[in-house]
């Protein structure tokens, strides 16, 4: 009974042991890695695609209409050839060279997005738990306003309004609506650590507010930041992707959100044309779950005890 | 009954009104800045019915007239503001004499229905396999298999509906493509239109359901690991209580309550999915509502329909943080 115990007890040490090695360096985290690679692979196809593939296939009539790729046959009993590997949609665009324009296009307007609502979430963040008393009150009711109000209804109607816009202006109304949970969570953060050792300390030894917030507290903030980061980069994306599929957005430059969305008007469905929406739809899911396994991974970085043993 | 401090109340209710003002009044300013004039819209529609109009210029004047569109805009601003509170959006533009009103409620029911019932069903299995993750008693399949299943929690519901419905409405018939009941079946609280209609919502919902649940679980498994060590469930462990007693009457039962709090984050999130989901179905909820009046650019319904959204929205929160601190004691509220 007793030896039982031992050997196990030292089956369970050796294999933690070597779940420690593999853990010894945190960024070295299979989910980060996988996440990290999916989206360089999503990278890749855009830049990579640009050099190998012929990006002015997009435009309409490239190809025949609604061509199966290869190794299937559409409706018309054709099948698919080298010239479209993925099939054309029914305006004759190549598919591929959609992706190759469309996915890079979809992650530009959610890292940008994203980048300026984190800027403004660390100005606001920073401004309430340091100047305090009214300034704090005001940023906190309005940032307790805008996370309810849901960021698709308000750009519909913007963009109702306006018509046609390009990428860079949808990321900049996307951003008005991501500052938000950057705030509160820089809020939150700076008045806890106002109060910490080695504020006060360098508070003592007279340095500049400035160094407080940059030098001495920013880094301390760095892994929230990174996870919410990601996480409104998802966000930024699922928002334009709505909209795209709700047939606003940018209505010039090919994007997967309006592909799906005269997919869908086209009964691309039914006709059982599934490469038009379906690859599209495969890998925007793709760069979800990418954007996911990064900031699961984010999470056990910073925080040791999410890591199984 | 734990009493809520006035101040936490009076905040909530501040907070409820400023987000239903800010939100109205966006909806307001930002057509009003766009060079597209409501009235010359109206006008092109007219016109593509009836080839040519004669007198445009007076109509155009007249229907600027009906749409208050001749007054100041401070004027302009109030009249809104009165008219939204009573829930008055005036007239389609669409379907021109019908109130926006109208339409709106006609499709509200659909939407919320298949809201709570797609929200109750996450929200059980959502937290039942969470808490399975942690639980030491469960087969060592569910703990492999659920985290696998998480990676489609990013997913918006608009990609795995596009996903069911090929599956299961195109390929496989198994349900229909589109649209809330069968065009074979009277509305009415008889049993061929229930049966219709869940048959239509099961789709829908179920695309839901498969990209929230993993939200849940999540906060769930989280809970579940503090819950976990305490001493209450020790002591049930020590007392030789039943494990499967133990994990319902003692760990989920604490661990849940916060989950509610998460629920208020989400539900911006949920509501602005389902929107998307609705229109891929041809549901005939706001959602399908929305894309149509987007198509046929009729202002008055989009403003509407979004006005009402937010409200839901912000109500939901609302209520969320008026009853969590009723059901769970724990909770002390400071003015904050």
């Known amino acids: 009974m007793a030896d039982q115990t031992v050997t196990q007890s030292e089956e369970v040490t050796a294999k933690q042991i070597r779940r420690m090695k593999r853990f010894d360096n945190p960024w070295r985290n299979p989910k ?263 900031n699961l991974g984010l999470d056990e970085v910073s925080n040791p005890r999410l890591r199984k043993l | ?86 829930f008055d959006f005036g007239l389609s533009t669409a379907s021109f004499p019908t109130p926006v009103s109208a339409l709106v409620a006609e499709a509200l029911p659909w939407t919320i229905g298949l809201m709570l019932i797609s929200i109750i069903i996450t929200f059980i299995i959502g937290n039942l396999l969470g808490a399975l993750m942690v639980w030491d008693h469960s087969p060592n399949l569910v703990k492999v298999a659920i985290p696998a299943a998480m990676v489609f929690t990013s997913i918006p519901p608009i990609l795995s509906g596009l996903l069911l419905m090929w599956i299961f409405a195109a390929k496989l018939q198994w349900f229909p493509l589109t649209g809330s009941y069968g065009l074979n079946v009277e509305p009415g609280w008889d049993w061929d239109f229930m049966i219709s209609v869940l048959h239509h919502g099961f789709l829908p919902a179920l695309s839901i359901v498969v990209v929230t649940f993993g939200f849940w679980a999540l906060g769930m498994r989280g809970l579940m690991i503090t819950v976990q060590g305490e001493d209450y469930t020790k002591l ?29 984050l989400k539900i911006g999130m949920l509501v602005a999915g389902q929107v998307l989901v609705e229109r891929i179905f041809a549901y005939n909820g706001v959602g399908k509502l929305l894309y149509d009046a987007i198509l046929d650019q009729d202002f008055p319904v989009i403003q509407g329909v979004s006005f009402v959204i937010i409200l839901m929205t912000a109500l939901a929160v609302f209520l969320v943080d008026l009853v969590y601190p009723l059901i769970d004691p724990r909770i002390r509220h400071e003015g904050a």
């Not at chain 1, 010039?252 to 059982?272: C, D, F, H, V, W």
């Not at chain 1, 599209?280 to 990064?294: C, K, N, S, V």
């Not at chain 2, 939100?23 to 766009?34: C, D, G, V």
């Open chain 1, 32 to 294: 980060l890695i996988w996440g990290a690679g999916i989206l360089l692979g999503i990278v890749a196809i855009g830049i990579l695609g640009r050099i190998f593939w012929d990006p002015d296939l997009v435009f309409t009539g490239s190809g025949m209409t609604r061509q199966a790729p290869v190794g299937f046959e559409n409706l018309r009993g054709q099948a698919g050839t080298w010239a479209h590997p993925l099939g054309t949609d029914g305006a004759g665009r190549d598919v591929l060279a959609l992706l190759i324009i469309g996915a890079p296009n979809s992650l530009f307007v959610g890292v940008l997005a994203s980048l300026i609502g984190m800027s403004i979430g660390i100005f606001l963040g920073f401004s309430a738990g340091f100047i305090r008393g009214r300034t704090d009150d005001v940023i906190r009711v309005l940032s307790d306003v805008m996370i309810t109000i849901p960021p698709l209804l308000i750009l519909v109607v913007f963009q109702a309004a306006y018509g046609d816009i390009n990428l860079t202006m949808m990321a900049i109304l996307i951003a008005a609506f991501v500052w938000q949970s950057p705030t509160r969570l820089i809020r939150a953060q700076v008045l806890s650590m106002r109060e910490s050792g080695y504020v006060q300390m360098a508070r003592l030894s007279g340095a500049s507010t400035m160094h407080i917030m940059f030098r001495e507290m920013l880094p301390n903030l760095v892994p929230y930041l990174f996870g919410s980061f990601i996480a409104n980069v998802t966000t930024s994306i699922v928002t334009a992707v709505g909209l795209e599929v709700l047939g606003l957005g940018p209505q010039r430059i090919p994007t997967l959100g309006r592909t799906i969305y005269e997919a869908i008007n086209s009964g691309a469905l039914i006709q059982n044309l599934w490469w038009w929406w379906g690859i599209p739809t495969i890998l925007l899911a793709l760069m979800f779950i990418g954007l996911l396994l990064i």
């Open chain 2, 1 to 86: 009954m734990p009493r809520i401090p006035a101040s936490y109340l009076i905040n909530r209710v501040i907070t409820l009104f400023l987000t239903v003002f800010i939100a109205a009044t966006l909806i307001w300013i930002i057509p009003r800045l766009s060079p597209i004039d409501p009235a010359d819209i109206m006008l092109g529609r007219m016109a593509a019915g009836a080839g040519s109009v004669e007198g445009s210029e007076d109509i155009l004047a007249q229907l600027r007239e009906n749409f208050g569109l001749d007054q100041p805009l401070i004027i302009q601003y109030f009249k809104y503001l009165g008219n939204i509170i009573t």
């Open chain 2, 236 to 264: 049930a462990e020590a007392k030789g209580l039943r494990p499967r007693y133990i994990l319902y009457r003692y760990m989920i039962r604490n661990a849940i309550l916060p989950q509610i709090t998460a629920f208020a």
